[in-house]
């Protein structure tokens, strides 16, 4: 039996082929296309989005930004294999009509758009709110990990380099020793070397690496992004309102609820949200009585007194206020050793001559976001802030690990990679057709 054979390689055609036949018509590279059709981008700050009158003639901005689209739809993030895609894939030739930009103007234009790239996405965020996409009843928050590019040596050798540095300059200004210069000169050269000066050590699958805390807004209705950041702090516990004004700016509501985990327990952001119309449903962290085998009296077992500002102890005996600490947002009350010493239930409540306890200043906004808190809402952040995080690691980036180096380049590639994540989420739930119909209306 014969084999299915192919076309000869020097066999003509009688009909020239059309890029435009070879595109399907639901494809998503047609998305992509009138999307980015419909942007300003002067308005946007892209560079060169007029063409000058004189000069060599540049690429168009437009067809640089649809070459990354492209590709971060489709694992495919290296400016040189962008460049080699663009020689080999028909989807790229239809979509850039046949151009062949050379990697280092791919990479420039990834490098000088951060900002503007961001404010695309911004657009494209507004663009689903009007197609109905967006709610903005609920906007779920939550913060990932990505490895940075520097390996852990590298870190651990910046880090060691800014800690003698350090150390060499409190010496010479409390002892003022005699510093060798060409050791601090040869310190600071390195440190001028490292070409990525931000990432530090941060808790990736148990292990610490180097790495960025990226940060996401999520509308609950499709789970698209609707704000996102790259922070430097690996802790989540300051992140909750600058979140939250991210989202209700992008989202240009007056009023919504905000659902974390509770490594966003931060008493004072609960209350500015609360004040701004962003109400947050995040578990209280809370500090436990961790003296002798857990079993001494907890906070819930002391009455709160807002008239004389104190505390009444199980044993019916007054915990007075005694100081505040402002740096960490919190007032002491104590009880005196005397009726602690003499109370029948101090084996229960602690092994200290006297119980204290300690009070947040933003108490009433901590309890009653607690009071708010529900299992279910609890099961929708997690059932929404989990798939744009998967899919942006592993159907978009391939693996969990920026490409680019430094804070700057982290943000490029969350930019772009968001704004993917959000067309592709878009163009599943309404289908190529009709948005590539609704852009091009626009």
Request: hydrophobic content about 40%.
């Amino acid at each position: 039996m014969a084999y299915i054979k192919g076309e000869g390689r020097s066999q003509g055609t009688l009909f020239p082929e059309v890029l435009d036949e070879l595109v399907p018509a639901d494809h998503v590279c047609r998305v992509v296309d009138a999307f980015v059709g419909t942007l300003a981008m002067t308005e946007l700050g892209f560079e060169r989005a007029v063409a000058a009158d004189t000069g060599r003639p540049g690429y168009d901005p437009r067809d640089l930004l649809k070459l990354y689209l492209y590709g971060y739809l489709n694992q495919i993030r290296s400016s040189r294999r962008l460049e080699a895609e663009c020689l080999r894939n028909v989807e790229l030739m239809w979509l850039l009509g046949r151009l062949y930009p050379d990697h280092k103007s791919i990479a420039e234009f990834r490098r000088v758009h951060r900002e503007a790239v961001t404010a695309a996405g911004a657009t494209l965020v507004r663009f689903a709110k009007s197609c109905g996409l967006i709610r903005g009843e609920w906007i779920a928050i939550d913060g990932s990990k990505f490895r940075a590019v520097a390996s852990i040596d590298t870190v651990r050798e910046r880090i060691a380099l800014q800690r003698y540095l350090d150390s060499l300059e409190k010496a010479d200004t409390e002892q003022k020793t005699m510093i060798d210069q060409s050791a601090v000169q040869a310190a600071l050269d390195k440190l001028k070397q490292n070409a990525e000066p931000e990432a530090g050590f941060m808790l990736v699958r148990q292990q610490a690496l180097p790495a960025y805390n990226i940060q996401t807004a999520v509308d609950t209705e499709h789970a698209l992004i609707v704000a996102h950041a790259v922070v430097l702090d690996a802790s989540d516990i300051r992140c909750l309102k600058p979140m939250a004004e991210a989202a209700k700016e992008a989202i240009e509501a007056s009023s919504f609820k905000v659902v974390a985990d509770a490594g966003y327990s931060n008493g004072e952001q609960v209350a500015h949200c609360e004040a701004a119309g962003m109400v947050p449903y995040v578990p209280v962290m809370r500090t436990v009585n961790n003296q002798g085998d857990g079993s001494l009296f907890g906070r819930a077992d002391f009455h709160y007194n807002a008239d004389t500002d104190s505390y009444v102890c199980p044993g019916n005996k007054t915990l007075l206020r005694k100081h505040t600490n402002q740096k960490d947002r919190y007032t002491m009350y104590k009880a005196s050793a005397a009726d602690c010493g003499a109370c029948s239930l101090k084996s229960r409540c602690t092994q200290a001559p006297r119980r204290g306890l300690a009070r947040h200043l933003y108490e009433e906004a901590l309890n009653r976001m607690q009071e708010r808190v529900t299992p279910e809402a609890m099961r929708l952040r997690r059932s929404t802030v989990e798939h744009p995080f998967a899919t942006i690691k592993y159907r978009i980036f391939g693996h969990p690990r920026l490409l680019l180096r430094g804070l700057s380049g982290a943000k490029a590639e969350i930019a772009l990679a968001t704004m993917a994540y959000n067309l592709k989420r878009i163009t599943n739930v309404l289908g190529a057709a009709k948005v590539t119909r609704t852009l091009h209306q626009l």
